[in-house]
């Protein structure tokens, strides 16, 4: 996760980010990032806006122990939560201006818990940045390997869970939650940006 960092968050994250979600960062702004990982996204926020109040949410003790680690080296907070619980926004302080979530919604035994969670959180007006993976075609994703990958069940568990949700899909659950879309941009076939404003402001 740490090896491929770099080329999630590259320039065309960065341009997207600053064009859709940066508006919502006035004086004082909190950004939340939800299944932060071991927390490299905290770190690039907090080298960009240094002004930004950062807290990542996190589940799996590995990855909690390097997001630890990582928070008291910036000045971030990071929380022990299932993000795919009914009520996890309630083991977290305050409210925030940014929500962000890379590469976890698809994981999630119930994505809209996060979803849900995070309009209680993210004050109205303020923006939700989704990056994920989205649905493709079989033949799109055995393109995407080096090498094809056998067909046996782990293939088909990697594809179902990879190619699970389309973009409207996503935003039909952020507009039941309590979004709305406002950008959206392709990184690649498999690969979509999302951007949400909470509704109210
Ligand atoms: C593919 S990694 C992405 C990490 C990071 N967001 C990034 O893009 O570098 C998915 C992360 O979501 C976390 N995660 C998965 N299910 C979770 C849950 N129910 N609650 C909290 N975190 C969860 C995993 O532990 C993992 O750190």
């Not at 993210?122 to 033949?139: M, V």
Request: negative net charge; proline residues 5%; aromatic residues 10%.
């Amino acid at each position: 996760m740490v090896d491929t960092q770099a080329g999630r968050f590259n320039e065309d994250y960065w341009e997207f980010f600053s064009k859709w979600i940066a508006p919502a960062l006035v004086p004082n702004a909190k950004a939340l990032d939800m299944g932060t990982g071991p927390g490299g996204w905290l770190t690039m926020m907090k080298a960009r806006y240094p002004e930004v109040g950062v807290c990542g949410v996190e589940l799996v003790p590995v990855m909690l122990e390097t997001a630890r680690l990582t928070g008291a080296e910036i000045g971030a907070e990071v929380v022990a939560a299932d993000l795919s619980s009914d009520e996890w926004s309630a083991s977290i302080d305050g409210t925030f201006e940014v929500g962000h979530c890379s590469m976890v919604l698809h994981e999630l035994p119930n994505p809209f818990s996060l979803l849900k969670n995070a309009a209680k959180l993210i004050r109205p007006g303020g923006r939700l940045f989704i990056f994920d993976w989205c649905r493709h075609s079989f033949a799109d994703y055995l393109a995407r390997k080096e090498e094809e990958p056998p067909l046996d069940e782990d293939t088909f568990q990697h594809f179902s869970e990879h190619a699970r949700f389309s973009p409207d899909d996503v935003t039909l659950l952020a507009e039941r939650a309590g979004f709305r879309e406002i950008a959206r941009q392709h990184r690649d076939v498999a690969h979509v940006m999302l951007a949400y404003q909470r509704k109210g402001g």
